[in-house]
């Protein structure tokens, strides 16, 4: 960076105001600008808007009204983009795969190819009805007369109303709110020795793959960032057939055994007599059932960390949870767990930031998953294995067919195998999104199960519910959901059936087809390993848990011992929060009664929180022999300790400006934050044209009052003495920069913009009068350059846990 302002200023592109702007898919300036040459978002944004102006006003109302306009409907009014970019889904519709296809081609409905037809482009077609018919009038109903009743022989308005009627499918029964995307997963390197299973048979080989995200609790319309689970499903189509591996973004579960899972979801779904709340574990039922299932301790550590509120999707791991099979050629088997890993780092909210960012931006994770691909900004996550056998995992202190338990990454480490980019968004939401049905039973040869009870009823569970939520048994015709090898079986017809088998011969064994399709035998097709089922005749059938199962607390313990101060203050301060919203005093108890077998540190704390002067004796374990564990504390189970790359790329950063604000600092701040890949975004009291001290016309991006503070990562105040008073005036400035500080972000004041945080009471140094690591306040302005290379390091940090404090202190 050249040490001047007047050198970094010189440089300014022009079009970063409309580069920012793009890049964004909630609020744009009042006029956006001309587009640098290359930049698509800019270029989208900008025919976008030519191509919604050449359509002023629906001229065609004039003439829908009388008899003789009723006999001679107009054409339909059009208009013609500039290009393909204003009217596709995404900018990243040309990276293709084997599953997607390519590019859908102009005005082409190509229903014979194997993803692309099933992509529709109207631009220059008529409308016409589902049996294309083109239709004239798409303003009436057919009617009597001009004021008569309407006429049950209407086809056209009949059909329309009747395909409305049937849009919505039933959402998910869990996991109802999620985000999908395209991508690929690539091997480093063969990993044949302990699996043969299609994904990892070569270095460098490329397998496609769809990602949904999820939360848990919510209904498909609720907000992002609640407190819950996230699901991570990911669904490889091999070229020997579909593999899904639906995890979650922590390593275990509520609960132990299948047979619980309705009555957990039946707990934290919103009540049933008054179907609330939405999308929240706080409340009665939920803490009543899992009080009662003390096998929940240690998830519910997990969820009440700042685990539970993700900064995105992209800054999550994601995990098999249970333990699986690898089977190598020889059909040799190892015990594996499957774990996801950022590149990004792990980075979360705080419980304040989600509570507000909710209400500000309910499809928050959705859009920051959505503008980082169109970005080219493209997530990529590693594949790590922890790999032991049997024997091994006998001497265990816990058992691995227990989702409560995790394997420290002490006692087996993880090895990274391949990476997962997520590289082009889906074209249509539904059709991929919300059809996709992933299923813990699509494995293929090399991947099996262990006798796991959760996963048992999982096998069973996903294809089930499918059936129901997806209308038949036929949604793997679906073109998200088709795998890329070959499907030939004799399964045939069913609701909504798309293949049209030729022949005669549905069965086999049969000559009249040569045998045709005939099975593949152990050398191709998928074989169970043996040792699976281990019962035999002399083992009584029964419902019944293994010993190991007993022990609801040791790995509670561990998570929580292995978390720094403030995670463990965060993981307190969620028990508070959602045990004070418990309304029976004797749940809380119960609660509190749980936490002492696991610590009597947090317990305590909880209990104050709540106002409970008297702990209740502990819970009565179920464990007969106390368990010596391997390990008692994990460092990598705490979120601090995977910080990613270190860089800024896409975080957004709002420099708040108003009429006089120093236009050669945002100008500087701006490009600087451009290219260390950074979304700087101008917010001012609202949005439209502002001028700088040096005369210069700045465009705001978004407003105080529609992007607030807390939906952003950092924020610059640039100095200006009458835009520091015109901020200083307007009260959203306060609220924006008080939640700024109080989610321990960055903050870089420049000259007299520093007054502000006083006004609104921002303290300038920690508690203890140390410097505020998150606080840049360059004194003078030749300290500048060298202060946004401060803050663009201190922006890298996240944020700034030294500041933290419970409660606030603005
Ligand atoms: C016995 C226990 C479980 C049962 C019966 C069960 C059942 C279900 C069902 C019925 C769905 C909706 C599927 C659909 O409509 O397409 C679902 C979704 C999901 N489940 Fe489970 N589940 C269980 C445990 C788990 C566990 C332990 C995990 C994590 C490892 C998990 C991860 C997911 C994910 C990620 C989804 C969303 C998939 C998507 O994005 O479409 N589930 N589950």
Known sequence: ?????????????????????????????????????????????????????????????????????????????????????????????????????????????????????????????????????????????????????????????????????????????????????????????????????????????????????????????????ARDVRGFAVKFYTDEGNWDLVGNNMPVFFIQDAMKFPDLVHAVKPEPHNQMPQAASAHDTFWDFVSLMPESTHMLMWAMSDRGIPRSYRMMQGFGVHTFRLVNDAGDSVFVKFHWQPKLGTHSMVWDEAVKVSGADPDFHRRDLWEAIEAGEYPEWELGLQVFTEAQAEGFSFDVLDATKLVPEELVPVKIVGRMVLNRNPDNFFAETEQVAFCTAHVVPGIDFTNDPLLAGRIHSYVDTQISRLGGPNFHELPINASVAQVHNNQRDGMHRQAIHRGRVAYEPNSLAGGCPFQAGAAQGFVSVARRVDAQESVDKVRAKPEKFADHYSQAKLFFESQTDVERAHIAAAFRFELSKVTVPAIRQRVIAMLRNASEVLAGEVAVGIGMKTLPPP??????????????????????????????????????????????????????????????????????????????????????????????????????????????????TGEFLRDQYRHCKTIMTVGSSIELLGLFDIPGALPDGGADPGLITPAAEEDLVEAVSAFMAALAKHRHPARDRDPPPV
Do not use: W
């Open 619 to 732: 819970l009565p374990s179920a464990l007969q022999i106390p368990v010596i564990p391997e390990v008692e504390r994990s460092k990598m189970l705490s979120l601090l300790a995977r910080p990613g790359d270190g860089g800024i790329r896409t975080r957004k950063v709002a420099i708040l400006i108003a009429d006089g604000v120093d236009d050669a600092t945002v100008l500087l701040v701006r490009s600087a934050l451009l290219a260390a890949g950074a979304v700087p975004r101008l917010v001012a009291p609202n949005i439209g044209e502002f001028v700088g001290t040096s005369g210069a016309i700045l465009q705001a991006d978004a407003s105080l009052e529609n992007e607030p503070g807390f939906l952003f990562d950092a924020v610059v105040l640039p100095g200006g003495e009458a835009a520091v008073q015109a901020l200083a005036a307007d009260g959203h």
């Open 1 to 225: 960076m050249p040490n001047s302002k007047a050198a970094l200023s010189s440089r300014t592109d022009p079009a970063h105001s409309t580069r920012a702007a793009a890049r964004n898919t909630d609020s744009v300036p009042a006029s956006p600008g001309t587009p640098a040459p290359g930049d698509l978002s800019a270029k989208r944004t900008a025919q976008t808007q030519d191509l919604v102006a050449a359509m002023p006003a629906n001229t065609n109302k004039l003439l829908e009204y009388g008899r003789e306009n009723g006999l001679a409907p107009p054409l339909g009014l059009t208009a013609e983009p500039a290009s393909r970019l204003p009217t596709g889904s995404t900018l990243s519709e040309s990276n293709s795969n084997d599953k997607v296809g390519t590019v859908a081609s102009q005005g082409v409905n190509a229903t014979i190819e194997p993803m692309d037809r099933v992509r529709v482009d109207a631009a220059g077609q008529v409308l016409t009805t589902n049996q294309g018919v083109a239709i004239a009038d798409n303003q009436h109903s057919l009617k009597a007369g001009v004021r008569g009743p309407a006429l049950l022989e209407d086809f056209i308005l009949r059909e329309k109303i009747t395909h409305f009627d049937h849009e919505r499918i039933p959402e998910r029964i869990v996991h109802a709110r999620g985000s999908g995307a395209h991508g690929f997963f690539e091997c480093y390197e063969a990993q044949t020795a302990i699996t043969k299973a299609a994904p990892f048979k070569q270095c460098d080989k490329l397998t496609p793959v769809f990602v949904r995200f999820s939360t848990v609790a919510g209904e498909r319309g609720s907000k992002d960032t």
